[in-house]
């Protein structure tokens, strides 16, 4: 069976940090781009970052770069997404996705064919 699963979701203290596990099963996250998005209460879709499959590149959202940073590990055929210095802004559902390949258009991320969504984890940052 195909899927992504994605768990590390918590409630933690403004300033603490995370890392989120996207664990993918019927196919090898090396073949993939696998991109991190969020969406927080009551707002749209928001691209974090985004890799390409085996030694491509890695785009990162230019808003969040520098406290967010994302690893794929071959073994666990897992990629994490590491959030640090944690904001109430950084509150929201967060989830992984496949595709084809990741582009920048007009400074926003996009994976292009999106191959499966997982279904999301939930970061809440108390202040």
């Known amino acids: 069976e195909v899927d992504l699963v994605e768990s590390g979701g918590d409630l933690v203290q403004a300033g603490g940090s995370l890392r989120l596990s996207c664990v993918a099963s019927?196919?090898?996250?090396?073949?993939?781009?696998i991109a991190w998005f969020r969406r927080p209460p009551g707002k749209g879709q928001e691209a974090i970052v985004c890799?390409?499959?085996?030694?491509?590149?890695?785009i990162y959202s230019d808003a969040l770069k520098g406290r967010f940073s994302m690893s794929r590990e071959t073994a666990e055929n897992t990629a994490f997404l590491f959030m640090n210095s944690l904001k109430d802004e950084d509150t929201a559902l967060y989830y992984c996705?496949?595709?084809?390949?990741?582009?920048?258009?007009?400074?926003?991320?996009?994976?292009?064919?999106?191959?499966?969504w997982g279904q999301g984890t939930q970061v809440t940052v108390s202040t």
């Open positions: 890799m390409n499959s085996r030694e491509g590149s890695t």
């Open positions: 996705a496949a595709g084809r390949t990741c582009e920048e258009r007009d400074s926003t991320i996009l994976m292009l064919a999106v191959y499966r």
């Open positions: 019927g196919f090898s996250v090396d073949d993939y781009a």
